[in-house]
């Protein structure tokens, strides 16, 4: 699924998160023809990923916990909250894709904050989350339904959304299987729009690309004119911003003015995934889309290969992972979306060290997941503290 195509979008129809829904209903079909795009050409056949044949997934659920109050943001992310320590140092917010949530888990396997979606039309399989600088907000990204969308945390509200939902295309105000979701320092929003070889940074204040690199129809490794499918974009603490292509495996730093730092094919990858840096920021970190999945760190000067994790059977492999990190341990965390859980990695013994979710089993009950695509760590609340009156 990470290799599939982007939908049409519609600016930021939403203000207000319950108004939203009604007037996305009433405009969208109108709002499709007004602005329909030529069709695309189909990516190959080898660009498309595994999935889940249902984008609907499992509908409206929800974990039925009942939640505790949300702690104060007290941390960032270049002064993170005090780290819960091995194995995995801070929550996470999970994409669970094909349940239609977000999820936050503590180190303890505690659910502590949930967003079910709201409406199926206009939310429907997440499959990208991070959180904004000052951890308030939260992007996602939504490939098979052709949007993306900003959630306010704290008040669990959908609060804007560039896309049509269900609608593909390449002209103003759409998207073509979106993937990644990322708030800029400036507030723009970051995407790699995957079918339309192109990446988007959208001005959420106008409704508009600020940005563009690669073009539709031209899906071709020339950055940043053109991209080969693109499926991450992923920001540098510089501004920089990682860019990885599904076709050759091609990994690209471009700065936010367009101009390509460096470009290296990623060693041992078969189908890359969300290229992200390592916690130095030296070298890059992706995550293999395939069965047995794979995981590399190499370095882009050099293209060594400075660790990989490829177990090739057994509860240790790996299927399609989507997403993998460094953690400030040392340790590494991965999204193994076919296998319905998330995973920490001992970097020394290659031991699965923590998981949440079940192996091999979906479901939306504590301790579950239904095709998890994404996560970001939570440094920015002590969810150990007390919580507030």
């Known amino acids: ?53 249902d984008p609907k997934g499992a509908g409206v659920v929800s974990s039925g916990v009942a939640l505790p109050p949300i702690p104060p943001v007290t941390g960032s992310r270049r002064q993170p909250v005090a780290s819960w320590g091995r194995p995995l140092p801070f929550p996470i917010v999970i994409a669970d894709r094909r349940n239609n949530r977000l999820l936050e888990v503590t180190p303890d396997k505690r659910i502590v904050w949930e967003f079910p979606t709201p409406d199926l039309t206009v939310y429907s399989g ?7 600088e000052d951890g308030k907000r939260l992007a996602v990204s939504e490939e098979d339904n052709y949007d993306v969308h900003i959630v306010d945390y704290e008040r669990r ?57 690669g073009k539709p129809g031209d899906c071709r490794h020339d950055p940043p004119s053109r991209l080969a499918y693109p499926n991450g974009a992923t920001p540098l603490d510089n501004g920089d911003i990682l860019v990885s292509e599904i076709r050759d495996a ?26 992200f840096p390592t916690v130095d920021g030296k070298n890059v970190i992706v995550a293999d889309f395939w069965k047995p999945g794979r995981v590399v ?54 031991k699965i060290a923590w998981q949440y979710g079940v192996t091999d089993k979906p479901g939306h009950a504590p ?11 939570d440094v920015f609340r002590d969810w150990r503290a007390p919580p507030p009156p």
């Open 1 to 53: 699924v990470q290799g599939g195509a982007p939908r049409a979008g519609s600016a930021g129809l939403m203000n207000a998160p319950l108004d939203f829904i009604g007037l996305a209903r009433a405009i969208l079909p109108a709002v499709a023809i007004g602005l329909a795009a030529p069709a695309l050409a189909s990516p190959p056949a080898e660009l498309v990923g595994g999935g889940v044949d």
């Open 126 to 132: 997440n499959e990208d989350v991070n959180f904004s």
């Open 157 to 213: 509200e959908l609060v804007w959304t560039y896309g049509v939902p269900e609608r593909k295309g390449s002209g103003p105000g759409y998207l073509n299987y979106p993937d990644d979701a990322h708030l800029l320092a400036d507030g723009k929003f970051l995407t790699a729009d995957i079918r339309n070889c192109r990446v988007v940074i959208i001005d959420p204040e106008k409704n508009v690309i600020a940005t563009q690199w």
């Open 250 to 275: 091609w990994i690209t730093r471009i700065t936010r003015e367009g101009k390509v730092a460096w470009s290296v094919k990623a060693p041992n990858i078969r189908y890359p995934s969300d290229a």
């Open 297 to 350: 760190i190499f370095d882009p000067a050099t293209r060594k290969v400075l660790w990989q994790y490829d177990a090739k059977a057994g509860e240790a492999m790996l299927d399609h992972p989507s997403f993998a990190r460094g953690l400030p341990t040392g340790d590494i965390i991965v999204a193994d979306d076919l296998r319905h859980r998330i995973v920490v990695i001992d970097r020394a013994t290659k």
């Open 367 to 377: 301790g579950y997941l239904y095709y998890p695509d994404g996560f970001d760590l």
